[in-house]
């Protein structure tokens, strides 16, 4: 079962989409359970003794708020999480420019999205998470652009990573930071894209890494709208006591929301502005002003928490570490 999600257009309020996804139960099928509001991904395994399989699984929590201005059509952000044969967990964020020529920028970032849970069924995009990129981009029709992060966990732990523009990705361990990605970007506000055009990016720009996960670990996937308004201690901090993916995801998009409707906050997005030139006129400077406030945008956020799990190696049942 994979799940993509973006906001759905609604008449008033804020639309939010809380998923957590799927459950494994053998290396080669996996099922879905609706009545569960958490789900275990099959994600890498090693060998504990001659006997027992260690796996490390990943307990999932989604959480999406579009711009203020854009309840009623949902946003521009999209999401993904399953795969098979491992866990895939991606966002695209369309990129708002398009308005401005009359196109809906919500369709390129869904469909690239859409694009994507077809493509995962292929063996040779399941393991790695580039050319799963390079053959959603190449399938996606829509006019428009969008950031996009996707990342693959394979069986041996290592959680590889595709990245083109400032969507990002965190790793918290026990507390700390260890991980994080970089953003790319043209100019101030102006980050790496793919794109319907033909002097976009592709995958070929987008930056890869990888990170090696431990039980215990919590990956965090945001759109820009999160990383522009929430610091990474802060984020360390909002879900540094918190056991559930669905909580913890919706306490994070709700810090950056709240920050990105703050007029007085310091942010992130304002900070960076600040070093790259841009400010209030030098008379305020003077009298001790200074460009600050949130960004709203759309705020879409991943928690996945890894636990450890374990089965014997004569069948295909799985055992929760306790």
């Known amino acids: 079962m994979e799940i993509i999600a973006m906001a759905i257009?609604?008449?008033?309020?804020?639309?939010v989409l809380e998923t957590t996804s799927t459950s494994w139960i053998s290396p080669s099928k996996f099922t879905w359970n609706p009545s569960r509001k958490r789900g275990m991904i099959k994600m890498a395994q090693t060998e504990a003794s001659p006997d027992v399989i260690k796996e490390l699984s990943l307990s999932t929590g989604t959480y999406l708020i579009p711009h203020p201005k854009k309840v009623e059509t949902g946003g521009e952000d999209a999401f993904f999480v399953g795969g098979c044969n491992g866990s895939v967990v991606a966002i695209a964020d369309g990129v708002s420019g398009w308005a401005e020529r009359?196109?809906?920028?919500?369709?390129?970032s869904r469909e690239l999205m859409r694009n994507v849970s077809l493509v995962i069924e292929e063996e040779q995009a399941n393991f790695d998470p580039v050319i799963l990129l390079k053959k959603a981009h190449s399938s996606t029709t829509s006019m428009g652009s969008?950031?996009?992060i996707i990342a693959m966990l394979e069986r041996n732990g290592v959680l590889k990573i595709a990245s083109v523009g400032d969507c990002g990705l965190r790793v918290i361990r026990a507390g700390q930071l260890v991980f994080t990605t970089t953003p790319r970007e043209h100019y101030?506000?102006?980050?790496?894209?793919?794109?319907?055009?033909?002097?976009?990016?592709?995958?070929?720009?987008?930056?890869?890494?990888?990170?090696?996960?431990?039980?215990?670990?919590?990956?965090?996937?945001?759109?820009?709208?999160?990383?522009?308004?929430a610091f990474d201690r802060e984020i360390v901090?909002?879900?540094?006591?918190?056991?559930?993916?669905?909580?913890?995801?919706?306490?994070?998009?709700?810090?950056?929301h709240n920050h990105s409707k703050d007029v007085n906050f310091d942010s992130p997005y304002t900070q960076e502005a600040r070093?790259?030139?841009?400010?209030?006129?030098?008379?305020?400077?003077?009298?001790?002003k200074k460009l600050k406030g949130g960004k709203l945008d759309d705020i879409t956020v991943i928690v996945g928490i890894v636990s450890a799990n374990s089965r014997s190696s004569s069948d295909n049942t799985l055992k929760l570490d306790t």
């Open 275 to 288: 070093t790259m030139g841009y400010d209030v006129p030098d008379w305020k400077k003077m009298i001790g």
């Open 9 to 15: 257009p609604r008449n008033f309020g804020i639309r």
């Open 146 to 148: 969008a950031t996009v």
């Open 237 to 256: 901090s909002t879900i540094s006591d918190i056991k559930d993916a669905a909580e913890a995801a919706k306490l994070v998009a709700n810090l950056a």
């Open 188 to 229: 101030f506000d102006c980050p790496f894209q793919v794109s319907s055009e033909a002097n976009g990016q592709t995958y070929r720009d987008a930056t890869v890494c990888s990170v090696q996960l431990m039980e215990g670990d919590a990956i965090i996937l945001g759109s820009d709208g999160l990383f522009d308004n």
């Open 102 to 108: 009359n196109v809906n920028p919500a369709l390129f």
